[in-house]
């Protein structure tokens, strides 16, 4: 079976989808890649669930990503004497390391790393921001705040610091627990939560030594600061609007969110758009107007991904978000305008910067175009050339053919790729033989079309794409 549309699907699993029975139906609706939330669940869960994916992968004889996301730091104040408390606007507040539960007047805030980053000026955010606090003095286990935006405060809400980087690594405890869990697990991608400098991505990296491929969620201001250096050393990235629109203005998230998907074309990266784009399906067999349209924005910005949260995870019409999803792409991709777009946005590498394998994958886009080709064939170990044809955004699909099991499942993330496992072939002709015939048993072109297959050689060499071979079916 193949898709038809360019970008892909993710949805993430919960008490709503966990069987194998709803699993299937949401990937024969669409889903490319399933993402285990670490946020939620135990390690029984977790295993069932790739357990029964990779039962899945077997039965159709598709090649399955896995995503696993870990929950990262969570900052939560303390507990209240009697239950919910509210705070009036202009009010005095202090936080502070004393555990003694809290009143209108003070609370607990167990995060010495918070106070060691605070400043007279900074603002406290509680319950996603609900409720803004303004620092007036700091020291080293307290804060003195000013309330500017008052409410209902209840135990163990969340806390966001924005505007400053916190001396915490992404990487707590639990994650690293849950990321051994994940890799004996197999799971294909490992999605890092509060990354805020390039460097949380090097101890990740070091941890994980290229067992998974690592995706990381921008969602704190402080790595949309340093974009450009956080894109280059991640694998994949996911606009994570939710603690970004937490910390950050709403009106600048829409901005940031076109800023991070260039930078990630741009830089070859694929990019996945996340957080409420079928928000209303959790409940309603039917999205919003508005959640279509955000969507379908996503699409015409040339994303790889997009993603469903709690609407296949908790909601009540999971495989049915997952359709909708599906029919909103391939709209998208069918209007003649999004051609028009996915072209006007392309990067082509400049003058000085370009290496062997970008000038094939130039020569590559021009001659499908030229020879209306049917299909693009890249030969692949490790997954970077069938990631360098995708990166270019094609007229035609990529057939990406590897023998590696873990190659194909973590290309079923990226753009306009339909990956097969395949057996190696060792010269030109026989990867000329193999193309095409994968290309007419796959569907993607029948006898006397044309196909444009790019390679490395010698075969096997990882980032070695060198070859371009134009052949008739």
């Given at each position: 079976?193949?898709?038809?549309?360019?970008?892909?699907?993710?949805?993430?699993?919960?008490?709503?989808?966990?069987?194998?029975?709803?699993?299937?139906?949401?990937?024969?609706?669409?889903?490319?890649?399933?993402?285990?939330?670490?946020?939620?669940?135990?390690?029984?869960?977790?295993?069932?669930?790739?357990?029964?994916?990779?039962?899945?992968?077997?039965?159709?004889?598709?090649?399955?990503?896995?995503?696993?996301?870990?929950?990262?730091?969570?900052?939560?104040?303390?507990?209240?004497?009697?239950?919910?408390?509210?705070?009036?606007?202009?009010?005095?507040?202090?936080?502070?390391?004393?555990?003694?539960?809290?009143?209108?007047?003070?609370?607990?805030?167990?995060?010495?790393?918070?106070?060691?980053?605070?400043?007279?000026?900074?603002?406290?955010?509680?319950?996603?921001?609900?409720?803004?606090?303004?620092?007036e003095r700091c020291g080293a286990d307290f804060a003195e705040t000013r309330v500017l935006v008052g409410g209902k405060l209840s135990d163990r809400k969340g806390v966001n610091v924005p505007g400053v980087v916190l001396p915490l690594t992404s990487l707590t405890p639990k994650d690293r627990r849950d990321l051994d869990l994940a890799l004996e697990l197999g799971v294909d991608w490992?999605?890092?939560?509060?990354?805020q400098r390039p460097e949380d991505l090097d101890e990740a990296r070091a941890l994980i030594k290229g067992r998974a491929l690592i995706m990381c969620k921008l969602e704190k201001p402080a790595a949309v600061d340093r974009l450009e250096e956080i894109v280059e050393r991640s694998d994949a990235v996911m606009v994570a609007r939710g603690d970004l629109g937490v910390e950050l203005p709403a009106e600048r998230v829409p901005s940031i969110q076109k800023r991070i998907v260039r930078s990630c074309r741009r830089?070859?990266?694929?990019?996945?758009?996340?957080?409420?784009?079928?928000?209303?399906?959790?409940?309603?067999?039917?999205?919003t107007r508005a959640e279509a349209s955000d969507v379908a924005t996503a699409i015409y910005d040339g994303v790889d991904a997009v993603m469903l949260s709690a609407e296949s995870a908790a909601g009540k019409h999971p495989v049915e978000a997952v359709a909708m999803m599906n029919r909103i792409i391939e709209q998208v991709e069918a209007d003649p305008a999004y051609r028009q777009m996915i072209d006007a946005s392309h990067t082509p590498a400049l003058p000085g910067e370009a290496d062997i394998a970008e000038a094939v994958v130039a020569a590559m886009r021009d001659a499908v175009a030229l020879l209306h080709a049917r299909a693009i064939v890249?030969?692949?170990?490790?997954?970077?050339?069938?990631?360098?044809?995708?990166?270019?955004?094609?007229?035609?699909?990529?057939?990406?053919?590897?023998?590696?099991?873990?190659?194909?499942?973590?290309?079923?993330?990226?753009?306009?790729?339909?990956?097969?496992?395949?057996?190696?072939?060792?010269?030109?002709?026989?990867?000329?033989?193999?193309?095409?015939?994968?290309?007419?048993?796959?569907?993607?072109?029948?006898?006397?079309?044309?196909?444009?297959?790019?390679?490395?050689?010698?075969?096997?060499?990882?980032?070695?794409?060198?070859?371009?071979?134009?052949?008739t079916v």
């Open positions: 079976m193949r898709r038809t549309r360019n970008a892909k699907i993710v949805a993430t699993l919960g008490p709503a989808s966990s069987d194998l029975d709803t699993m299937r139906r949401m990937f024969l609706a669409g889903v490319d890649v399933f993402r285990l939330n670490f946020s939620h669940g135990s390690a029984d869960d977790h295993r069932a669930r790739i357990d029964t994916l990779r039962v899945l992968e077997q039965e159709t004889a598709r090649p399955i990503g896995i995503l696993a996301d870990l929950q990262g730091p969570k900052l939560r104040i303390g507990t209240f004497v009697g239950g919910p408390v509210t705070l009036a606007e202009g009010g005095a507040f202090r936080l502070d390391l004393d555990p003694a539960p809290g009143d209108t007047r003070r609370a607990s805030l167990p995060h010495p790393e918070i106070f060691a980053a605070l400043a007279p000026g900074a603002e406290l955010l509680l319950n996603d921001g609900r409720l803004r606090l303004a620092v490992v999605a890092l939560s509060f990354v830089l070859g990266r694929p990019v996945i758009v996340a957080t409420q784009m079928l928000e209303s399906m959790v409940e309603s067999p039917v999205p890249c030969y692949t170990s490790s997954g970077h050339t069938s990631l360098r044809a995708a990166r270019a955004r094609p007229e035609a699909p990529v057939l990406s053919l590897t023998p590696r099991p873990e190659t194909a499942r973590r290309l079923a993330l990226v753009w306009g790729i339909h990956s097969v496992q395949i057996k190696d072939v060792s010269n030109v002709v026989e990867m000329t033989a193999s193309a095409c015939e994968t290309a007419r048993r796959e569907s993607f072109a029948q006898a006397g079309q044309t196909i444009v297959a790019i390679a490395g050689v010698p075969f096997g060499t990882s980032g070695t794409t060198n070859l371009m071979r134009i052949a």
